[in-house]
Nanobody
């Protein structure tokens, strides 16, 4: 049974930083790509970033490129999202997700079969 538990959210000022973590269990973490997605108030789910199973390739939505960094530690079964230069429009509920394959093409629709419960990130002065 896939379990994903996010941590590290909270309140940050514009221009500030936060680091999200996602502890994974119930599957062989190193065999699957992982993603972060977010949902802002009143908006749909937005894919934010993805990383291949071995960490060799990373991908970002244009809205976060150059500000966010995704990484993973396969020895610790943990996914990370370092968020710098935060903006008020980054305010959202952030989810980590298990992709169904190891090396997805994030330009296509990527199937996912596991989601965390979500963690709130609020960017405000």
């Amino acid at each position: 049974q896939v379990q994903l538990v996010e941590s590290g959210g909270g309140l940050a000022q514009p221009g500030g930083s936060l680091r999200l973590s996602c502890a994974a269990s119930g599957f062989t973490f190193s065999n699957y790509a992982m993603s972060w997605a977010r949902q802002a108030p009143g908006k749909g789910l937005e894919w934010v970033s993805g990383i291949w199973s071995d960490g060799s390739n990373t991908y970002y939505a244009d809205s976060v490129k150059g500000r966010f960094t995704i990484s993973r530690d396969n020895a610790k079964n943990t996914l990370y999202l370092q968020m710098n230069s935060l903006k008020p429009e980054d305010t959202a509920l952030y989810y980590c997700a298990k992709d169904r394959v190891a090396t997805p093409n994030y330009s296509d629709l990527v199937p996912r079969d596991g989601w965390g419960q979500g963690i709130q990130v609020t960017v405000s002065s």
